[in-house]
């Protein structure tokens, strides 16, 4: 099976196909923009991309919106996880933390365009808690500062394959091929 993904960012790429590849499925990039409009949830978001990309005559696509949310922080960056990594960045999300509780957790929401299996979405996500400096060379994003529950090492700190296994875009990865593998069934 052929899967293709709508992203700007070539990280979450490697992670899909990393990910996807050992459950059969070949994930091809596909280079298209949907203009992420401002909303309260990662679900919203994803909707409105899945229906814009229809609206420009595009069919059968994966894409996915991702956010770390703070307790602390009423959720926040959530759903301005970009926006908030492209202006303060991690020292900035460290420096807001200072004396706060550290937990976080990161979700992924992935939304499916496909004629022959359907529309749905699917969410991953992955509890943790931010540390109080920068670890680690790999990943993106807020990954050096992330780590998942029960690890000694950051996102960024693991390979692709132990993030994969740790990260809600790796645990929605799970969830899409066991629904494409049950969709496909009952088409037979
Ligand atoms: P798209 O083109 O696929 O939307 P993006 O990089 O803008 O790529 P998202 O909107 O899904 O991705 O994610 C918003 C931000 O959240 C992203 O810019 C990162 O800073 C952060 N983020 C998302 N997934 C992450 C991950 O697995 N690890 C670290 N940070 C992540």
Same mark, same amino acid.
């Given at each position: 099976m052929i899967l293709n993904l709508v992203t700007s960012n070539e990280h979450k790429l490697e992670e899909y196909r990393n990910g996807l590849y050992p459950l059969g499925i070949e994930v091809k990039?596909?280079?298209?923009?949907?203009?992420?409009?401002?909303?309260?949830?990662?679900?919203?978001?994803?909707?409105? %991309?899945?229906?814009?990309?229809?609206?420009?005559?595009?069919?059968?696509?994966?894409?996915?919106?991702?956010?770390?949310?703070?307790?602390?922080?009423?959720?926040?960056?959530?759903?301005?996880?970009?926006?908030?990594?492209?202006?303060?960045?991690c020292q900035g999300m460290l420096r807001l933390l200072d004396?706060?509780?550290?937990?976080?957790?990161?979700? %992924? %929401?992935?939304?499916? %365009?496909?004629?022959?299996?359907?529309?749905?979405?699917?969410?991953?996500?992955?509890?943790?808690?931010?540390?109080?400096?920068?670890?680690?060379e790999g990943g993106f994003g807020y990954d050096p500062i992330f780590m998942p529950e029960g690890q000694e090492l950051t996102f960024a700190e693991m390979d692709m394959v132990t993030k994969n296994h740790h990260s809600h875009r790796g645990k929605a990865m799970v969830e899409l091929a066991r629904e494409l593998k049950q969709r496909m069934e009952g088409k037979k």
């Open positions: 990039h596909l280079h298209v923009d949907c203009d992420e409009i401002q909303a309260d949830t990662l679900h919203e978001v994803v909707l409105a %991309c899945m229906e814009q990309l229809k609206g420009d005559g595009y069919r059968d696509f994966i894409l996915d919106d991702s956010g770390m949310f703070v307790p602390a922080l009423n959720g926040f960056p959530g759903v301005y996880s970009a926006y908030v990594m492209q202006t303060i960045g004396g706060l509780n550290r937990s976080a957790h990161f979700e %992924c %929401c992935i939304g499916v %365009c496909s004629d022959e299996l359907g529309e749905f979405t699917l969410t991953g996500r992955s509890p943790g808690r931010i540390i109080t400096e920068k670890r680690g």
